[in-house]
């Protein structure tokens, strides 16, 4: 059964760059899509960009000029880099495993969360 | 950009069928997702691709997209199913969530 694990700081200034890496455990990065997704305190998801393990990426136009997510094979990671942070990205912050089937895809695998707070 | 529009909360008697719908423009020319989430817990996939269910989740799960609007069904509803119901589609390869529905069984 395959298992997610998000880590990374609990606190970002504003301003500065948020870094979570999510490691993979029971199956490899190297098929399948993989994908943060945010919940801040109280509110709904937002999905924030995906990669595939060929390192191809697709980010939410929203987040796109600050959304940086990159994959590393040989430690069956992936990572998250969210730059310029503001209040307004405080929030729990997801990976999950992204499966593809009859042209779409949907998130069948999460980690737990981990709660990034953006605040000096 | 493309949205999805839930009704913030549906009530339901237990043992009674509840329906969450999810709108959006030509929903139904796009596959539509449905996840569960309880109280500070993870979000857990109940349908994908319109009516599909994951391995693991009850018969009494059921989804439909036709037109604009796609439904999460759960008949014989239980207290367990108390949680917060969020629809997910794709647009141009963005990914799109509603804003979630809670479930309330009384």
């Known amino acids: 059964q395959v298992q997610l694990q998000e880590s990374g700081p609990g606190l970002v200034k504003p301003s500065e760059t948020l870094s979570l890496t999510c490691t993979v455990s029971g199956g490899s990065i190297s098929t399948y899509y993989w994908s943060w997704i945010r919940q801040p305190p109280g509110k709904g998801l937002e999905w924030i960009g995906n990669i595939y393990y060929s390192g191809t990426t697709n980010y939410n136009l929203s987040l796109k000029s600050r959304v940086t997510i990159s994959r590393d094979t040989s430690k069956n990671q992936f990572s998250l880099r969210l730059s310029a942070v503001t209040a307004a990205d405080t929030a729990v912050y997801y990976c999950?495993?992204?499966?593809?089937?009859?042209?779409?895809?949907?998130?069948?695998?999460w980690g737990q969360g981990t709660l990034v707070t953006v605040s000096s | 950009s493309y949205e999805l529009t839930q009704p913030p909360s549906v009530s339901v008697s237990p043992g009674q069928t509840a329906s969450i719908t999810c709108s959006g423009d030509k929903l139904g020319d796009k596959y539509a997702s449905w996840y569960q989430q309880k109280p500070g817990q993870s979000p857990v996939l109940v349908i994908y691709q319109d009516s599909k269910r994951p391995s693991g989740i009850p018969e009494r799960f059921s989804g439909s997209n036709s037109g604009n609007t796609a439904t999460l069904t759960i008949s014989g509803t239980q207290a367990m199913d108390e949680a917060d119901y969020y629809c997910?589609?794709?647009?141009?390869?963005?990914?799109?969530f509603g804003g979630g529905t809670e479930l309330t069984v009384l």
């Open positions: 997910q589609a794709w647009d141009s390869s963005t990914g799109v």
């Open positions: 999950a495993r992204t499966s593809y089937g009859s042209g779409t895809y949907y998130f069948d695998h």
